[in-house]
T-cell receptor
């Protein structure tokens, strides 16, 4: 079974631009979560989608948004990029929402904002 | 809001020895889940072990075991017979068991960088 895939793997943008990151979960997984990883703040939860609906949201500004499609693939969008948005963005999928379910992580998208 | 603290930024252990990584957390909830995730240098994070707070018995997965002290809000990871492949960042994580499956997703600690000395 293929693992979680994220595209692109690397991205360079300038301040003020917007960016869209994509995540394909493991086949059969319906829950997709997004995390931001930075050296200073560590790993922070962005949001979780299940059955095309956002179920949970972390403490991030409205510039960060996401969606999930009927095939469970998910995208996250960051508008009006700031330097502080430079980070590794990790996607994780799970068969079901929340609970003790293991989250399977992708390799991440490294976003650099100049 | 819950917080997770890993007080050891870096640990070093000789191959074949045993090492314990510390994790404490703060929560007002009585039901939750705790996890240890491993992030090797290749960056893909994988689950090492999980513990459900209502279970008194400590979880064990081969060479990995936890010491779960609910009253002390402590959740340490013990790695026995350390191997070179265990070298990685280790993250302790918390998830609420509240209805809806955890309003805040996984809450991670800052991580412990584990070095294995050959």
């Amino acid at each position: 079974k293929a693992g979680v895939t994220q595209t692109p793997r690397y991205l360079i943008k300038t301040r003020g631009q917007q960016v869209t990151l994509s995540c394909s979960p493991i086949s059969g997984h319906r829950s997709v979560s997004w995390y931001q990883q930075t050296p200073g703040q560590g790993l922070q939860f962005l949001f979780e989608y299940f059955s095309e609906t956002q179920r949970n949201k972390g403490n991030f500004p409205g510039r960060f948004s996401g969606r999930q499609f009927s095939n469970s693939r998910s995208e996250m969008n960051v508008s009006t990029l700031e330097l502080g948005d430079s980070a590794l963005y990790l996607c994780a999928s799970s068969p079901r929402q929340g609970g003790p379910n293991e989250q399977f992580f992708g390799p991440g998208t490294r976003l650099t904002v100049l | 809001a819950q917080t997770v603290t890993q007080s050891q930024p870096e640990m070093s252990v000789q191959e074949a020895e045993t090492v314990t990584l510390s994790c404490t957390y703060d929560t007002s909830e009585s039901d939750y889940y705790l996890f240890w995730y491993k992030q090797p240098p290749s960056r893909q994070m994988i689950l090492v072990i999980r513990q459900e707070a209502y279970k008194q018995q400590n979880a064990t997965e081969n060479r990995f075991s936890v010491n779960f002290q609910k009253a002390a809000k402590s959740f340490s990871l013990k790695i026995s017979d350390s191997q070179l492949g265990d070298a990685a960042m280790y993250f302790c994580a918390y998830r609420s068991a509240s209805p809806g499956g955890g309003a805040d997703g996984l809450t991670f600690g800052k991580g412990t960088h584990l070095i294995i000395q050959p």
